[in-house]
């Protein structure tokens, strides 16, 4: 019998993120409560961040909360979003930006190995950039490990592939 493996990554899918910005951007551009707002979302894919913009901190809460709504729906895991402050910007407006979580930060992965390893299921975890691969000789080790880390508040969205 060979080793099994899988991996444990954390990312997010930006075209289902820029889908649910579309969709956020057209329900604020229909809703009473913000008719003459300035406000807007941006994704920027090269940075994985999302700058949100609007007219003051009680619109950028429902602008946020109408956004995850959406995101939800697309099944965009919300754990991915990091919020950053709440800033003034130009005109009299408030903006935040949001980073979207991309690969598995290194001291994240050493704690989910730790984890693992102090489960005793007899498999391995190696930290690859910002994944980890878990291998064991038994496939129920594996499902079993899978489970044991689902149940766990990790403080990120993980994904668990190429189950083999």
């Known amino acids: 019998m060979g080793e099994h493996s899988f991996d444990i990554v954390s990312n997010v899918d930006l075209q289902e993120v820029s889908n649910a910005i579309q969709q956020a951007m057209k329900e604020i551009g229909q809703r009473y409560d913000f ?11 090269g940075n ?14 429902s602008v946020v909360d109408i956004l995850e709504s959406k995101l939800i729906k697309r099944k965009v895991p919300i754990k ?8 003034s910007a130009l005109s009299g407006t408030v903006k935040q930006v949001v980073k979207l979580q991309q ?17 005793k299921l007899k498999v391995q975890a190696e930290i690859q950039k910002d994944q980890l691969r878990v291998k064991g000789k038994d496939i ?25």
């Open 35 to 45: 008719k003459g707002s300035k406000s807007s979302i941006e994704l920027d894919k």
């Open 48 to 61: 994985n961040e999302m700058t949100i913009v609007s007219d003051d901190e009680y619109k950028l809460k």
């Open 103 to 119: 690969g598995i930060p290194t001291e994240k992965g050493k704690e989910i190995a730790k984890i693992i390893k102090t489960a």
């Open 80 to 87: 991915a979003l990091n919020y950053g402050t709440i800033e």
């Open 140 to 164: 129920d080790n594996l499902q079993s490990t899978i489970s044991m880390l689902k149940e766990k508040d990790l403080g990120i969205h993980v994904d668990f592939v190429n189950f083999r």
